[in-house]
């Protein structure tokens, strides 16, 4: 056979080999593309999400499976820039997506600041979505905008249900510290005229009464003056956060040593030795609260010294992860551990007050204080006669915040 003959032989056998070879390939690279497809189409799905194309030359409006999926709309339904604006973007939102449309175009950035607004579905239901944006250019001219379509109706519903509980929460709240407020002040009266009418009665009595009568009557002015004190306590605790000195920049160090200034004869009657510790801060307070606060805590930690023990109090900062440390520490009675959530509570005492006298409510007002500066307050105790530790963190962003609201 002729060398052109073996050539001519060998390229009808070889080429047609090649072409399968090619086709095969070329069929393999579609059924890979397609499933890659078929797997976004999915993802769009589940995610609820949809991606757009927009020509500006021609304003047709490209939308992908899931876009149509998201809308309701049926896959072969053409759909243009008019039509979107007529028909899917909400009413109510148009005027304010079309400003941020224009000023993203004539911004000259590829990209626009995310903007959530409402579509309504073919079916008329109104998603909320979430949109980013990017925006072609060629020589200068917008040519295309590609955007996605995040719909988290579902998330804004739970935050607008969270930002109302939310908001009912602080007025029954207010409510509640009016009420505690409007009681405890205008109970008072009433008790007063009971109480100056048994004082009174028994003067005018005084004759007339046997022992028992007159321990009765004792009971009764007892009575009504420890509900007077309790009554004063409650309106001390709802004048916390209502009625106190403005937020405001204060060196932390004045607020103890005006404390300690009021303390000065328990300190001395019970010979106490107070030591203050750290770099004071410059914070952001309600002065007179922040003060009441270190007169709480110091108070405490000379009232419950251990019999026999010269009481020895270290009032310290120092700086936290947070924010500020603050703790009042005594080598006093100490405290049951179980008994620590107990101690913060309104009226809540751990002794008689045949042994120690109070009331049960520095500790709760102690603790408003500090959750109204955005802190939190707890106690440490290794237990029973080992002395306690009150601590209270600031938070620093909290300073931040309430500085700006200060400033306002
Ligand atoms: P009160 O002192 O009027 O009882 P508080 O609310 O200030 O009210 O304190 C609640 C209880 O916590 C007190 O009755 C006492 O039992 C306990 N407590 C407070 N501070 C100390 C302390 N430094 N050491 C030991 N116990 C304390």
Redesign the pocket.
């Known amino acids: 056979m002729s060398p052109l003959c073996l050539v001519i032989l060998a390229l009808f056998t070889v080429v047609p080999g090649l072409l399968l070879i090619m086709v095969i390939h070329r069929n393999r690279t579609q059924e890979a593309l397609r499933e890659s497809q078929e797997k976004l189409v999915r993802a769009q799905y589940i995610a609820r999400l949809g991606d757009f194309s927009w020509d500006l030359d021609s304003d047709q409006v490209t939308w992908s499976d899931g876009m149509y999926h998201l809308l309701k709309y049926d896959r072969n339904e053409p759909i243009d820039y008019r039509r979107v604006n007529r028909d899917i973007h909400h009413p109510d939102d148009l005027d304010r997506v079309t400003r941020w449309l224009q000023e993203s175009i004539a911004s000259g950035e590829t990209t626009a600041p995310p903007n959530e607004y409402r579509l309504v579905c073919k079916d008329g239901e109104a998603l909320q979505v979430r949109v980013n944006l990017n925006i072609e250019r060629r020589a200068g001219k917008v040519v295309k905008v590609f955007g996605t379509c995040l719909d988290i109706t579902e998330q804004k519903q739970i935050q607008t249900a969270l930002l109302k509980q939310g908001e009912d929460l602080r007025r029954s709240n207010a409510e509640l510290e009016q009420f505690a407020y409007v009681v405890s002040h205008d109970l008072r009266q009433p008790l007063r005229m009971v109480n100056s009418y048994v004082q009174l009665l028994e003067r005018r009595l005084a004759e007339q009464l046997d022992d028992e009568s007159r321990e009765m009557m004792g009971f009764v002015t007892e009575g009504a003056t420890r509900m007077d004190q309790m009554l004063r306590s409650l309106l001390e605790y709802s004048r916390v956060g209502r009625m106190g000195e403005p937020m405001a920049p204060l060196d932390s160090r004045d607020a103890v040593e005006e404390a300690l200034l009021f303390l000065e004869p328990a300190i001395r009657e019970a010979q106490a030795t107070v030591r203050l510790e750290g770099d004071w801060p410059i914070i952001v307070a309600s002065r007179d609260e922040f003060t009441r606060l270190f007169q709480?805590l110091i108070g405490?930690?000379i009232?419950?010294h251990a019999p026999g023990r010269l009481p020895e109090i270290t009032v310290s900062v120092a700086p936290d992860a947070a924010g500020w440390r603050f703790c009042v520490a005594?080598n006093?009675?100490?405290?049951d551990p179980a008994q620590f959530t107990r101690?913060f509570q309104i009226f809540?005492?751990?002794?008689a007050r045949d042994q120690?006298d109070?009331?049960?409510?520095?500790?709760?007002v102690s603790r408003k204080i500090v959750e109204r500066h955005g802190g939190r307050i707890w106690v440490e105790s290794a237990g029973e006669d080992q002395g306690?530790r009150?601590c209270f963190v600031l938070n620093a962003d909290e300073f931040a915040r309430t500085a700006g609201e200060s400033d306002e």
Do not use: C, T, V
């Not at 006093?332 to 405290?335: A, F, H, L, R, S």
């Not at 109070?358 to 709760?364: E, H, M, S, T």
């Open positions: 709480n405490n930690a009232k419950y005594d006093g009675i100490g405290i101690l809540q005492r751990l002794h120690y109070g009331i049960g409510i520095g500790l709760a306690s009150f």
